[in-house]
């Protein structure tokens, strides 16, 4: 759908946007492997979330690249509604509702 949207009406907005994701995806990547992911979660929450236990690289979660990601993201979602996306689309763009009932009582 976005790249359909790209090449009819050329954006940087949309092109920032596809980045965001690109991004996205590359930190999603480079996440340690777990066989279960459950299990590091609620070994790390016993540990009350000390940042020496945390079974993920939290240096990467906080870097200022990654929330840049998320900002081109949503301005790549406003951008698509103004060109007609709908809204539940372009929202879905940016990822929210992903988790939308996943259990996070864990946190």
Do not use: Y
Request: with cysteine; charged share 20%.
């Amino acid at each position: 759908m976005l790249r359909s949207c790209v090449r009819s009406a050329p954006s940087s907005a949309l092109r920032s946007g596809r980045a965001g994701w690109r991004s996205e995806i590359q930190f999603i990547r480079q996440l340690q492997s777990s066989p279960d992911p459950c299990g590091s979660l609620q070994a790390w929450q016993r540990k009350h979330f000390a940042p020496s236990a945390s079974p993920v690289n939290l240096d990467a979660v906080t870097d200022p690249g990654l929330n840049a990601a998320e900002d081109k993201i949503t301005i790549a979602s406003r951008r698509m509604q103004t060109l007609g996306v709908s809204a539940g689309a372009a929202r879905r763009f940016t990822g929210d509702g992903m988790f939308r009932g996943v259990g996070l009582g864990l946190f």
